[in-house]
């Protein structure tokens, strides 16, 4: 037989626990038995007579009446909490916390006393100070503006809300559907133009409209978005297709590129898979020549542009961190940061510590420096893979962020221009863009450009009882579509009205980086080219751009570019906030 075990289970203990009880009970009863009687049965001797007579505690004989505490009716205060009458009591402000607690609720009247009461710790002063020690004040103060401010970042939804019903909501006429057509292909004003219908309508189809290529309707070219899982397109595979779609599309940029040179057209873009491109001509933001604006961008990119000689800017990144150019000239040679990227340039070599040397030793092999030092070839090795990875490291710190955004100006511009059209890279292989060049997006014509409309969706909101109508505009909404529709919207609507905007991402850090080009180039305005600035408003006449907004994008004034989220316009001032 196994032994038992030590363990005891919990019936057996609640067992012991009940026989433990009752030897209790059993012995309290052995010590005082209960008092019997012959005239009373054996079986009701250890019965205890209870006292039914309930006299003595209706006469009080037990005591006083037990008091209700909470009763507002004691003209007494309770003997455990006995509280001086006579003290002074500070009725002018809320009572003491203690006089809340242990006072009675109606007390004698005293004539006031002069008492200071900001040196009393009551409740409510205490709050007071306290509150007055952390409350913070709203700073935020509504700033309104004669001016709308230019967003060079892409839109793809805008919003529009007023209390009042819009002047166009409702179906087009034919007749308003030609006008803004031709207006808008003419690059007309048809404000001011007699023979083109002038309704709400015929204008606001007139700045719903821009110029796209390529166009396939089956594919929705913009927004790209690079991580979208899809099956790959049927032209992957079907190689005259692909090369009659880069064939078309090399005309259609060059096209656009002619057009910008020449200042027929004010902007275009280029929105490949995995960054985009915005084109400026000359004499925008007070810049004197023709630029670009590349984002996001990846250190394989930028090292690209450096093998075809396209020199750039990052104008968003810190001085340390800023690669001002390619040229020995401009790069700071104490900067750590810098010789990496010589170490990357130039390949896997360490920088040569004694290049300022006066001795002739900078053109001596860094390898061989090292290896006079007493290190061998394999702690050289490691040295440098370690520096390179360090370089790419942090190269690749700022990539797909708005710090990695790349300028280019001039006649680097043009360098670019060769570059993308010769770029295999930009089309991509796989996925469902297989095949497929990037998008084009100008607001004027150009060859291969069809011409395409927002979609327009008309709702109505309920917001705290209250009814709104809004519009929904969705779609590539470029910075002039902005201020044209503004413009109607100042013309025909008589109430004020709301615009929120979505923006696409990868685009926000055009406005960031154009705000500091036109910093910069305010800066330079005692500089012999700055008086050709004065004709870029001339010179850009026939871009396609109203009078009005053509001096206010040719200015070089830096706060007139700022980014857009929502826009509030106020009737009672013609103002802008945002």
Same mark, same amino acid.
């Not at 070219?221 to 692909?242: H, I």
């Given at each position: ?156 939804? $805008?919003?529009?809300? #007023?209390?009042?019903?819009? *002047?166009? +909501? !409702?179906?087009?006429? @034919?007749? &308003? =559907? ?42 929705? $070219?913009?927004?790209? #978005?690079?991580?979208?899982? *899809?099956? +790959? !397109?049927?032209?992957? @595979?079907? &190689? =005259? ?42 004499? $925008? ?294």
């Amino acid at each position: 037989m196994e032994p038992p075990s030590p363990w005891k289970r919990p019936n057996e203990v609640m067992q012991l626990h009940k026989l433990k009880k009752r030897k209790k009970a059993l012995q309290e009863r052995m010590r005082h038995p209960a008092p019997s009687t012959s005239e009373e049965p054996p079986v009701a001797t250890s019965q205890k007579t209870v006292d039914l007579d309930f006299s003595r505690i209706l006469n009080g004989e037990y005591g006083d009446k037990r008091k209700n505490p909470f009763s507002k009716n004691n003209s007494q205060p309770n003997k455990k909490t006995k509280v001086d009458l006579e003290s002074p009591i500070d009725e002018s402000s809320d009572k003491t916390l203690f006089a809340l607690l242990k006072l009675p609720a109606k007390l004698p009247q005293k004539p006031p006393q002069e008492l200071d009461t900001e040196k009393l710790s009551t409740f409510s002063n205490l709050l007071q100070k306290f509150t007055a020690e952390h409350s913070v004040e709203p700073q935020f103060i509504e700033k309104k503006y004669k001016y709308l401010p230019i967003d060079w970042a892409l839109k793809t939804k $805008l919003r529009l809300m #007023s209390p009042k019903p819009f *002047a166009w +909501t !409702s179906k087009l006429k @034919a007749s &308003e =559907e030609a006008s803004g057509i031709t207006g808008f292909v003419r690059c007309l004003d048809t404000t001011s133009s007699s023979s083109l219908d002038t309704s709400p309508r015929a204008l606001f189809h007139q700045t719903c409209l821009y110029w796209q290529h390529p166009h396939l309707p089956w594919l929705d $070219l913009y927004p790209r #978005s690079s991580g979208k899982v *899809a099956a +790959t !397109s049927f032209m992957a @595979a079907n &190689e =005259e297709v692909k090369q009659a779609l880069h064939r078309e599309w090399t005309e259609s940029f060059r096209s656009l590129f002619q057009l910008l040179r020449a200042l027929h057209c004010p902007y275009f873009y280029v929105c490949a898979n995995t960054f985009t491109v915005l084109f400026r001509a000359a004499g $925008l933001c007070g810049v004197p020549e023709p630029c670009a604006l590349i984002a996001p961008t990846s250190r394989g990119f930028r090292q690209t542009l450096r093998q075809e000689d396209v020199e750039f800017t990052m104008p968003l990144r810190s001085d340390v961190k800023k690669r001002l150019n390619n040229s020995d000239e401009e790069k700071p040679k104490n900067s750590s940061f810098d010789s990496c990227y010589d170490t990357m340039d130039e390949g896997s070599k360490p920088p040569d510590p004694q290049e300022k040397g006066d001795d002739g030793s900078g053109d001596e092999d860094p390898d061989q420096f090292l290896s006079q030092l007493g290190l061998e070839t394999e702690v050289i090795k490691k040295i440098n893979i370690n520096q390179t990875r360090v370089a790419h490291t942090v190269e690749s710190s700022v990539d797909s962020a708005a710090e990695s955004l790349v300028f280019v100006r001039g006649a680097d511009a043009q360098a670019l221009f060769n570059f993308l059209l010769n770029c295999k890279s930009v089309v991509s292989p796989t996925g469902p863009f297989a095949g497929v060049p990037p998008t084009l997006l100008s607001p004027v014509a150009f060859h291969g450009g069809t011409l395409q409309s927002l979609k327009v969706r008309e709702n109505t909101v309920h917001s705290d009882s209250k009814k709104y109508y809004s519009i929904e505009l969705r779609g590539p909404i470029l910075p002039t579509t902005v201020h044209t529709l503004f413009r109607v919207l100042r013309a025909s609507s008589p109430a004020p009205f709301s615009a929120t905007f979505a923006q696409h991402q990868s685009t926000l850090a055009f406005s960031w980086a154009a705000r500091h080009i036109a910093e910069d180039e305010s800066s330079k305005e005692n500089e012999p080219n700055a008086f050709s600035k004065a004709f870029n408003k001339e010179n850009l006449s026939d871009c396609g751009i109203s009078e009005e907004m053509l001096q206010h994008f040719c200015s070089p004034d830096p706060q007139l570019v700022q980014p857009l989220d929502s826009v509030k316009y106020n009737t009672e001032d013609s103002t802008y906030s945002w």
